[in-house]
């Protein structure tokens, strides 16, 4: 029952919250009587729902973490917007997110069919792991292994694709 409860509440309080976004109160206003901070909450409904938010919109700079960026680029792949999701996670990637980077490798690999691009990006990670002053011996090792490991399969997948096209 009380699980229940919350559910239902949470529920109305966001509905409470869609009224406010809907009379697209001012700032003040949002600030003022409602006490909510009006650029989070107005970030926080754009990353809710992503159906129709322009890319160019979550990547303006200072608008969201790095996590909030993963888990929109994440909710962009679902609602099949792989591009976009590429596009996230690659600025993400170049802002030092190796996890970025072999989510984008992956998509590539998964969804877009390309891995040329998945080995591309597997190779820029290697060498930011190789170049990583700050990362112990043995976890780089750890890192290296890994990521050699899926470079050399997208490597053979090339080359025996290459070799069954002529």
Known sequence: YHNAMDVVSLSAFMLRLSELAGDMCADEVLEKRYGLDAFAYRNALALSDLSEIETG???EPGRYTESE????AQRLSR???VDDAL???ERVFEMGSLSAGEKAASLYLRKKKQPADALAIYQKIETA???DAAMGEWSKAQKLDKIGAKV???EKKIGGNHVKSR
């Open 69 to 72: 960026l993963l888990r929109a």
């Open 79 to 81: 609602l099949e917007r």
């Open 57 to 59: 919109f979550i990547l």
């Open 152 to 154: 050399r399969s997208i």
């Open 87 to 89: 596009c996230v996670l």
């Open 129 to 131: 792991i190789q170049e």
